[in-house]
């Protein structure tokens, strides 16, 4: 069984090889932080959490790598408007991205670097494209000289004839900055100051970076020349990644990524998300209405990550019942362990790992291009499974599948669901805080600990409730509960 992956780059699927054995690195473009994340985010973060973690569940070491564009127009617009900083709004919602990841149960990535925080290695970057020809000054900016890369386009398959003026394809002879470059289809790696804007110092004179080359300086500072993976919504094929690629590349003679992989997008009712629109949903807004983030996980993970996906009314209450489902067959050792005398009700830990016919099925079939629908079918089956034993017990008094063996099935479900990030433990609720302090807080974190510890589940969700009811949201993990106010 070995795992194969959709690249982007060659448009063939390929054996997954990594530069190093048995580790991988990979950088996820992230998001822009001048707003708070929407449904496509949603979407992409999901993704590459469980792409990063089905890796780890192989055996590989994972260094994954996520990056916050910190510096923007759309940032700086928003500070003009709020009469504030960039510094501050851009601080205000990466607080934000946080808080609702959390909430949809993703792991925090291995780092985050910033923009702002990279500006050494960005201008290190253009100053060394500049020394080998591909980049040139002009008035304060700095542009690649697409045509001096013959690769061009090898990523998205456009011709350079095709990709005037950027993403956009038109031409504004009038343009500033048109009349600054040598030719409509270069890109800016640097832009001189303006009045009343965030500036560094460079070569160059003072200015900020274009947003291509910030990532091709995060990738490079943090993970190396070459990486495993660099991922990220299709919109991004071109231009951003394209033009990484050009701006990396020329400068190492290094592939930058083995594999190029990129997430289909989110539409809303048939069409594309937008506020002009009015069916753009944010991921807090989505949850503050009752929508259960495990519920939004499944959603995500029922399509194939490459497809577009439709988020309507019915998609989400088809994801929610399913949801409550897998939930039934999770809950099922904490329910009925106790009637069918298990000693143990923990989940498998890293020294004992689970091998049956269930897990090498899940294994056969998520290997192909991260096939996360066909996965969940063998989840489906065996919490359809327990919850048929579950309501024989009920009726009467005993099972028809030997105790031992229903632990075992419990425990696959348990730990391929962990897989996922679906844990039947992660729920969040908007509540209004009553004021606990901190201390009181964990005192109640640890009371909660105890009842479970006594298998008191009963006492452990009513700490729970009780918690969310006072504005304090529980995150339990392996290694152990986190907590935030709502």
């Known amino acids: 069984m070995t795992l194969t992956v959709y690249n982007t780059l060659t448009r063939r699927q390929e054996l997954f090889e990594t530069v190093e054995p048995k580790k991988v690195k990979m950088y996820y473009c992230g998001v822009t932080v001048y707003d708070y994340c929407h449904l496509g985010h949603a979407r992409a973060c999901i993704v590459w959490d469980v792409v990063r973690r089905y890796l780890q569940f192989l055996g590989y070491e994972v260094r994954y790598v996520q990056n916050f564009t910190d510096v923007d127009d759309k940032i700086l617009n928003r500070a003009r408007q709020e009469h504030s900083t960039m510094e501050t709004i851009a601080d205000r919602f990466i607080k934000a991205y946080f808080e609702d990841m959390a909430r949809l149960n993703v ?7 910033r923009a702002t925080h990279t500006m050494n290695g960005i201008t290190r970057l253009i100053h060394e494209l500049e020394n080998k020809g591909y980049a040139y000054p002009s008035n304060g900016d700095v542009y690649y000289a ?3 890369f013959p690769e061009y386009g090898k990523l998205s398959g456009r011709k350079l004839e095709n990709s005037q003026a950027g993403a956009s394809g038109r031409v504004d002879l009038e343009d500033p900055e048109y009349q600054r470059k040598k030719d409509s289809a270069d890109f800016a790696l640097w832009k001189a100051a303006k009045p009343d804007e965030p500036s560094w110092e460079s070569p160059w004179g003072k200015g900020r970076p274009g947003w291509h080359i910030e990532c091709s300086a995060m990738v490079r500072d943090r993970l190396g020349e070459t990486i495993d993976i660099h991922a990220g919504g299709e919109d991004l094929i071109f231009p951003h990644h394209e033009n990484e690629i050009a701006q990396s590349e020329a400068v190492t003679g290094k592939p930058l990524s083995r594999y190029w992989m990129h997430n289909g997008m989110v539409k809303v009712d048939g069409e594309k998300m937008s506020k002009s629109l009015g069916n753009f949903t944010t991921i807090r807004d989505l949850l503050n209405r009752g929508v ?10 029922m399509a194939q990550y490459r497809t577009p996906i439709d988020f309507t009314d019915e998609a989400i209450q088809a994801a929610t019942n399913g949801w409550n489902t897998l939930k039934e067959g999770l809950l099922f050792g904490y329910q009925y362990g106790e009637k ?10 890293e020294n004992n790992p689970i ?3 269930y897990v090498e099925r899940f294994q056969e079939v998520v290997n192909n291009d991260f096939n996360f629908p066909g996965g969940l079918v063998i989840l489906f089956k065996l919490a359809k499974e327990l919850e048929r034993e579950g309501n024989i017990l009920v009726h009467q008094g005993k099972t028809e599948i030997p105790p031992d063996e229903l632990f075992k099935q419990w425990q696959t479900l348990v730990t391929l669901a962990e897989v996922l990030g679906l844990e039947a433990e992660m729920e969040a609720e908007k509540s209004v805080s009553e004021g606990l302090s901190d201390a009181q807080i964990e005192a109640k974190i640890d009371q909660r600990q105890q009842a479970r ?3 008191n589940f ?9 918690l969310l009811q006072s504005g304090i949201t529980l995150i339990d993990s392996r290694d152990g509960t986190r907590w935030h106010r709502n």
């Open 340 to 349: 069918l005398g298990w000693v143990q009700k923990d989940k498998a830990t």
């Open 107 to 113: 792991k925090e990535a291995s780092e985050y670097p």
């Open 292 to 301: 259960d983030p495990m519920a939004v996980r499944l959603f995500v993970l």
């Open 458 to 466: 009963e006492m452990s969700d009513r700490i729970r409730n009780e």
């Open 355 to 357: 091998q049956n016919s």
């Open 146 to 148: 697409v045509r001096k």
């Open 453 to 455: 510890l006594a298998k």
